[in-house]
T-cell receptor, first 110, second 115 residues
C-alpha cells in the first residue's frame, strides 16, 4: 500500500485558490488517487479521483504529474464552508484495505 | 437510496459491557468497512469485508469482531468494552468511481463512550 504524506494544516482567506499537495512516492502502476473531505462530526465524503494528468469536477481539480509521485488538490475560490480536513488516499481497482493518513486541516478565514 | 445507515448514533457503555454497532447499506455494494476516529486524529481501519461471508482485519482489529452474513449488513461487535474504545465509529461501503477505482461512502457515525 502506498503511504501518503500531506501537510498537517493550512490557512487561507475566502476567495483564494487553495492547493493541497499529497506525496505518494511508492504509488503502484495500477493505483488511483482519491481525495476526501471531512467536516467535524461527519464521515468523509468523496471529492475527486484521478489516475494521471488533470481531472476537474464541479468542486475541485486534481493535478497529477507524469511521475505520479505526488498530486495536488485545487479548490478554487474557497469559502468559510470549505473549512475541513482533506485526505488523499492511494489505491487500485482491487484495493480494499484503505488506510487514511492524518489529512490536511484547512482553515478558511474571513 | 438511504446510503449507509449506522445505529445507534450515541451510546454510553460501562467497562466490560458488550454491544453491537449496526451498519446497513442499500446500494448493493460488495465492500464494507469499519473505521474509528479518535479526537483530532485520522481514521483507522478496524475490519473490512469484500462480500458476504468474507471479512479481514484492518489496522486496529483487537477488541472487535465482525461478520457479514448478507450484502446489506456489516455489524461491529465489542465483546468487552474498554475506555480505550471510546471513539467515533464510521462504517463505509464502496462503489467503482468514474475514474476506475473504489470510492468510499461513509455513514454518519456512531459516537461511543466507555466509562
Amino acid at each position: 500500500l502506498a503511504k501518503t504524506t500531506q501537510p498537517i494544516s493550512m490557512d487561507s482567506y475566502e476567495g483564494q485558490e487553495v492547493n493541497i499537495t499529497c506525496s505518494h512516492n511508492n504509488i503502484a502502476t495500477n493505483d488511483y488517487i482519491t481525495w476526501y473531505q471531512q467536516f467535524p462530526s461527519q464521515g468523509p465524503r468523496f471529492i475527486i479521483q484521478g489516475y494521471k494528468t488533470k481531472v476537474t469536477n464541479e468542486v475541485a481539480s486534481l493535478f497529477i504529474p507524469a511521475d505520479r509521485k505526488s498530486s495536488t488538490l485545487s479548490l478554487p475560490r474557497v469559502s468559510l464552508s470549505d473549512t475541513a480536513v482533506y485526505y488523499c488516499l492511494v489505491g487500485g481497482k482491487w484495493t480494499y484495505k484503505y488506510i487514511f493518513g492524518t489529512g490536511t486541516r484547512l482553515k478558511v478565514l474571513a | 437510496n438511504a446510503g449507509v445507515t449506522q445505529t445507534p448514533k450515541f451510546q454510553v457503555l460501562k467497562t466490560g459491557q458488550s454491544m453491537t454497532l449496526q451498519c446497513a447499506q442499500d446500494m448493493n455494494h460488495e465492500y464494507m468497512s469499519w473505521y474509528r476516529q479518535d479526537p483530532g486524529m485520522g481514521l483507522r481501519l478496524i475490519h473490512y469485508s469484500v462480500g458476504a461471508g468474507i471479512t479481514d482485519q484492518g489496522e486496529v482489529p483487537n477488541g472487535y469482531n465482525v461478520s457479514r452474513s448478507t450484502t446489506e449488513d456489516f455489524p461491529l461487535r465489542l465483546l468487552s468494552a474498554a475506555p480505550s474504545q471510546t471513539s467515533v465509529y464510521f462504517c463505509a461501503s464502496s462503489y467503482r468511481g468514474e475514474a476506475g477505482a473504489n470510492v468510499l461512502t461513509f455513514g454518519a457515525g456512531s459516537r461511543l463512550t466507555v466509562l
